[in-house]
Structures are given as structure tokens and as C-alpha cells.
């Protein structure tokens, strides 16, 4: 039985593309909230919640499967208080109850299905439940009825379970792994570690599925460019391989979109061959980063045209053009009769669109044949490449300039023809802390890749989250807006996430324009970031705001987390650290010192277990132990662009490239302003660049090559 687009209930009212998906189903969905709370324990019944996304595939085979089934929204509207939530919208509540979940069945993951007390203590949970038992898994009514059961007759042992899983929630990220003067040596191990994990065959690390890890190559990148790592290892000619062939091996594989640019979420076999198909900004703003710091430092060409038509994707699906502003997602599939089909191909496909010629190279190229890659229709093809272009052309008895215009030609032709396909939705909220970080990757990539309308789109997009989202009086909101209408639109407060990521933004900002305004955003967001999550007792920071006096929070939002890890997104701790390392340098705070020393030995003595999933904090260590360097590159002349390329030549987290114009010199924060006005020579017409520390500056040049020097030495 399937549910009548007739009726509502209550997520009619929900601003979430997510929740609004639901708001037919027969099941009575509460929004997370107060109402919802209260109405569990005024009729003593459980919470069943479900935490998923738009883009997530199982979350709408479930939807299908048991929330539009009426017999099963029956027993769940009698026997529980059901609520959905969005991932994406209340990633404080999604990762309480992934701890939660994973503490009782060793998984987590979307769809998340939870059982909870009526003050929102879990006791039971899964991933994905089939509606009827098969494959040795209950199937959701079962679970629903025991569920149900074990409440009313079991009670005490229900409240047993609930207060272990809240326990657990806590220790999950609660740590205490205080380790004095974490330094070199300890980056040494991590890049190590690092590369133990390296696939030296396929690229990436470790195995199926495979995961891009952004955090870990950029980890290696940095090493890459160094002489020794930590403690004097030599690891940059294996740091250089790992991180290049990863970089390769996922841009000729299915993972990455060769039609349109960007890449999926992650690819489900070692050799990135077919993905899930989903694309999130997070991923791909950090994959930007990771191909712009691998041509920032090798001059790889390759680097460059991927991200080059990453940033094409990007702003044709994931912009707001007109406003500023980066969307959340682009979903896998277009239905849930379609799996991956909008991205894939049988050969007929490609050959009814192209020519025989066409074809010829295209097929050969991107591995179409007969028999493809996906299981639902092995006809279908995920698009990667397995050989050179020089192979195909020979083999193909072509010269190699005819193959590549026929390649471009059939490219085209490809992607016109999916334009007319039905097309997977795009959610097009806009998340504060995905937003910073979108931001930043582009104007790292308009600067490096010298694309004057991608820098100026990242201004365009930061002044709107600043203007719509930011306050000091009331904080980080954590949406700019939502991509549906209707629903009524109440404001979440931003997360530790959506500061930090826009505070760094809003630095990237300041370096690559010079104007105060930005440096003031970053500082006054850094000063809330302290007030409002920093733990004065123990240090590091919470994911959440301290709750104000009084404050009872609901269900397992009441856990205190600080997050270390970099699951999916950066973590958010080291990100506030390296935050409040980048402004010491800026304006010589010392108390901002002393509070990035405190993160980084809060986490120093367990960080090592988290392998890859600690690359940021080994980024944020590596900023700390090595001293900040700003290359600063003052005039605004041929000679000075000249000066900001050399600048920007390779990457180093701990670097910096800051340019201004000669009237910028008179407003300045506070550490620059004491040094870079009063160098010799400023007297002079030209442009320079001059390297500071924090401390002092080095004597101004006005060469290519002697700034090359200079960098050379203070890198």
C-alpha cells in the first residue's frame, strides 16, 4: 500500500529539502524538537527517529519500502513518536546518534535508525532495516514490534541499555589524551603513518571502499615540499609519489565525473572504478584544494584541468550565481528505479551519440564496451580511463591530435546527451561551514590557476554568509538559506564547523584583497569561537555552544563532544587551533597562542589510533611546529602579479601569501603593522615583496629571484 499525496503531517511545515521529501508519507513525523519531546513522555511512548539525507540512496529505498507503507506507518504512528531529522541540517544531533548506534551494533551510516527513551536516550539502533526479514537481517516490523515490546515490559532494562549507550556517547569523543609538547617527531609518525596506508597500485589508501582522505594529501603534499619531516626523516620522495598517484588515479577513475567535472562521494571497489554516485560541496571544495596545492608545487598540468573543471561543475550545479553562495549537494540517482543510471552508459548509448570516429576513440578511452561496470545492468559503464590517449591513437591508427579533437568532440556530444536525461536533484541549501570551505578552495584556485571571476565569486559568496549568517551579538547561524519553498524556516545555531571554516575563509580573504574588513570578520568570529565553545577547564573545544545557565538539552544532544576526527569534513578542532595560530601571527596574541597549544596537547597523546582520520590535526601541528612565513607582495603592478605567482609557487600549510597595495600599508593588524610600513626602501615607486614571521620582517626584493631565494631560505 502507498501513500496518498493528499495527505500531510507535520514536515509540510519543515524548511529541509530532506523533511519536506517526507511530508506525504503516512507516518505521523514530528520534527526534532520540544513538541516532539513532550509528546513522548505526556503518552510514555518511545522515539523512533530516522537521521538521513536528500542525497542518501538507502534513506529513500527505506522511505519507500516501510515509511510509505501504510500497515507499517500504522504501527509506528501507534506504538511510537516518530522523527525525522537531516544530516545535513543538524549534524549535532546526527553525530550524537551515530555514537550511539555504533556502540550497540558496531555500524553506523544513513539511513540511521534509532530507538529512543522518551527523553531521547537511544537503547536500540541500526542502519538500514529491509521491511521483512531476509539475508539473516530483521526486517523493520519486527524490529518495531520488539522495539515496542521491550519498552513496556522490559522497562528497567531498556533504561539500563540507554544509560550505557549515553555513556558511550560521551567517551566517544570526550578524550583525554593530554600529551605535553606534541612536536616535529609527532608529524613525522603521522606522514608515516600516512603512507603505510598507501595503495602504491591504484592510488589512495587503504581498501574497498575507498575514500578520497583530502586531509591525508594535502598531509603528504606538505611533506612533499620539505626537506625532512619531524624529526629529520626523509619521507618527501614518498610523501610526492603517494600524494601524485592519488591525485592521478582518482581523476582518470569513475569516481570522478568526466563529463561535467567533480567528484562522487566515494567509490565502493580499490581502484575507484564506480562510486556512489552522490556529489557534496565538502568534497569537493577540499579535492579543489588538494589538485591546486599539487600543482602550486609540481606544476603538474593535470592538477591544474582538473581542478580547472571542478570549478566548472561547481559553477554551473553548485552556485548561486546571482546571490553568492555554494549548494550542498547534487543526489545520486533521479528515482529510486535508477542507480546511477544518469551517470552511466551502455556502449548503444554512446554510440547512438557519437560517431563511428567519435566513438572509436571515446569508447577506448573511457572503457565503454559491451560489458560494463554496475550490477543492476552490467550493459552500464561508469566513465574512467584506462589507457593513454597516445595508446588509443595508435591503436586506433589515428594521429594523436585527430584522437584528442575527436575525444573533446565526443565529450561534448556525451554530455549534451545526459543534459537531456532526467537529472538528479541538486539541494540547494546553503550551509554556513560547507560554504567556508567552498570558499576558501576558490580563492586559493583563482589566485594559483590566476581566474580573476573565480576569486571574485568567492568574495561574492563570503560577504553574503557574512551579511545574512554572522552576528557577534548572536552568533553563527548554520544555513544562509534553503533551496525549497514553503516550510517555515527556523533558525539552527552554527556548529564549532561553520565559525572556524568561515573565519579561515574570511583570512583567505584578507590576503588575497588586503582589506581590513575581512581580518576584522575573522578576529571577531575567532573571539566567539573562544566565548562560546572553548573548554576553559580542559581544554580543546566543543562541537556545540556551552550551554547558557539552566539550559536542559534535548535527548543526546546533552553529550559533550570534541570532535578530532575528519569524518566526512575536516575536523573542527585542529581547524580552530591552526585559526587561532594564523591571527597570533597576525596580531600577536598570546593568549590565542596559548589556547592552540592547549588544543593540540589535548588530543597529543590518542591522536596517533585515528590514522588518516587525524590528517587535519596533523596539518594544524605541522603549522604549529614550523613558524608561520608571510610572503607579503605589496603594489599593483605587472611586476608585483609576477612577484604573487613566484609567492604561491609551492604549497605550505604554515605559508601564507598576502597582497596590498601601497596605500593598504596604512592599516594593517597589529603584527604587520609594526614591522612591513617601516622597512627601507618603501620610498621607492615599484613593487616588492618582503617576508615576515609574525616577529619581523626579512628586507624587501623586487626580483623574481630573489624572492625565489629568500623562500627558499625561509621555508
Known amino acids: 500500500m502507498s501513500m496518498s499525496k493528499e495527505h500531510k503531517n507535520s514536515l509540510a511545515n519543515a524548511a529541509s529539502a530532506y523533511l519536506r521529501s517526507a511530508m506525504h508519507q503516512p507516518v505521523e513525523w514530528n520534527e526534532w524538537g520540544e513538541e516532539a519531546f513532550q509528546k513522548a513522555q505526556a503518552e510514555d511512548k518511545p522515539i523512533l527517529l530516522d537521521i538521513g539525507a536528500v542525497w542518501c540512496h538507502w534513506c529513500h529505498v527505506m522511505d519507500r519500502e516501510s515509511y510509505e507503507n501504510e500497515d507499517t506507518a500504522r504501527v509506528i504512528n501507534e506504538l511510537f513518536i516518530p522523527v525525522k531529522v537531516d544530516r545535513d541540517e543538524r549534524p549535532d544531533v546526527d553525530s550524537r546518534y551515530q555514537a550511539a548506534v555504533a556502540a550497540v551494533s558496531g555500524q553506523g551510516g544513513w539511513p540511521l535508525t534509532a530507538f529512543l527513551t522518551p527523553d531521547g536516550k537511544p537503547f536500540f539502533g541500526g542502519t538500514y532495516f529491509p521491511p521483512l526479514d531476509q539475508h539473516g537481517r530483521p526486517g523493520f516490523r519486527r524490529v518495531l514490534a520488539t522495539m515496542a515490546e521491550a519498552f513496556q515490559k522490559q522497562r528497567s532494562d531498556v533504561d539500563e541499555s540507554a544509560g550505557s549507550v549515553m555513556a558511550a556517547i560521551e567517551h566517544n569523543e570526550s578524550f583525554n589524551g593530554k600529551a605535553g609538547n606534541p612536536g616535529p617527531e609527532l608529524v613525522g609518525r603521522m606522514v608515516a603513518a600516512v603512507l603505510k596506508q598507501f595503495d602504491a597500485r591504484s592510488g589512495g589508501f587503504g581498501a574497498q571502499p575507498k575514500f578520497p582522505h583530502s586531509g591525508a594529501i594535502d598531509l603528504l603534499l606538505d611533506a612533499a615540499s620539505r626537506v625532512s619531516v619531524g624529526d629529520g626523516a626523509k619521507l618527501g620522495e614518498q610523501a610526492k609519489q603517494a600524494a601524485l598517484v592519488t591525485l592521478e588515479k582518482m581523476s582518470k577513475g569513475g569516481i570522478y565525473d568526466h563529463l561535467a567535472g567533480g567528484f562522487h562521494r566515494y567509490s565502493v571497489d580499490e581502484q575507484w572504478v564506480v562510486p556512489h554516485f552522490e556529489k557534496m560541496a565538502y568534497d569537493n571544495s577540499e579535492l579543489l584544494k588538494n589538485y591546486v596545492h599539487g600543482y602550486q608545487t609540481f606544476v603538474e598540468p593535470e592538477c591544474a584541468r582538473v581542478a580547472r573543471e571542478m570549478i566548472g561543475w561547481i559553477d554551473v550545479w553548485l552556485s548561486d550565481r546571482e546571490r553568492g553562495g555554494f549548494y550542498a549537494s547534487q543526489d ?7 542507480d546511477g543510471d544518469y551517470f552511466t552508459w551502455t556502449s548503444d548509448e554512446a554510440a547512438a551519440v557519437l560517431t563511428p570516429e567519435e566513438f572509436a576513440i571515446a569508447s577506448a578511452f573511457y572503457d565503454i564496451g559491451e560489458i560494463g561496470d554496475m550490477h543492476h545492468n552490467p550493459a552500464k559503464n561508469v566513465l574512467h580511463v584506462r589507457r593513454t590517449l597516445e595508446n588509443v591513437a595508435k591503436a586506433n591508427n589515428v594521429p594523436l591530435e585527430a584522437a584528442r579533437e575527436r575525444l573533446a568532440s565526443a565529450k561534448t556530444k556525451l554530455y549534451a546527451a545526459r543534459l537531456k536525461r532526467p537529472t538528479p536533484y541538486v539541494d540547494k541549501t546553503i550551509y554556513v561551514g560547507w560554504n567556508g570551505m567552498m570558499i576558501s578552495a576558490y580563492l586559493e584556485a583563482g589566485r594559483v590557476l590566476d581566474l580573476p571571476e573565480v576569486r571574485a565569486f568567492a568574495l561574492k559568496s563570503l560577504d553574503r554568509v557574512l551579511a545574512e549568517a554572522w552576528s557577534p551579538e ?10 525549497e519553498e ?4 527556523a533558525r539552527v545555531a552554527g556548529v564549532l564547523d561553520d565559525y572556524v571554516f568561515v573565519a579561515h575563509a574570511a583570512l583567505d580573504a584578507w590576503e588575497v584583497t588586503g582589506e581590513m574588513r575581512y581580518y576584522r570578520a575573522a578576529e571577531a ?3 566567539s569561537v573562544i566565548a562560546r565553545f572553548y ?11 556551552n550551554a547558557a545557565d539552566g539550559e536542559v538539552r534535548l535527548g543526546a544532544l546533552s553529550a559533550r563532544r570534541k570532535p578530532l576526527q575528519d569524518s ?3 575536523a573542527p578542532n585542529p581547524v580552530a587551533a591552526a585559526l587561532l595560530m594564523r591571527l597570533e601571527a597576525l596580531n600577536g596574541r598570546e593568549d590565542y597562542e596559548v589556547k592552540a597549544l592547549d588544543t593540540m596537547e589535548h588530543f597529543a597523546g590518542v591522536v596517533e589510533h585515528f590514522g588518516l582520520f587525524a590528517a587535519t590535526y596533523g596539518l594544524a601541528l605541522q603549522r604549529m611546529v614550523q613558524r608561520a612565513v608571510q610572503v607579503c607582495v605589496i603594489g599593483d603592478d605587472a611586476n608585483a602579479r609576477k612577484l604573487e605567482a613566484v609567492a604561491l609557487a609551492r ?18 593588524p597589529p603584527a604587520l603593522a609594526e614591522t612591513l610600513p617601516h622597512l627601507p626602501g618603501l620610498k621607492g615607486e615599484g613593487s616588492f615583496a618582503a617576508i615576515c614571521n609574525g616577529k619581523g620582517c626579512l628586507p624587501p626584493v623586487s626580483t623574481a629571484d630573489e624572492l625565489i631565494e629568500a623562500m627558499n631560505q625561509a621555508l
Open 332 to 338: 545520486a540517482d533521479y528515482s529510486l528505479d535508477d
Open 474 to 483: 548572536s552568533g553563527m547561524a548554520h544555513v544562509v538559506a534553503y533551496g
Open 486 to 489: 514553503g516550510g517555515k524556516a
Open 525 to 527: 568570529i575567532a573571539e
Open 535 to 545: 573548554d576553559k577547564v580542559g581544554g580543546g573545544f566543543f562541537d556545540m555552544e
Open 568 to 570: 566526512p569534513t575536516p
Open 651 to 668: 604549497y605550505a600549510v604554515n605559508k601564507s601569501v598576502i597582497r596590498l597595495r601601497r596605500d593598504q600599508l596604512g592599516a594593517l
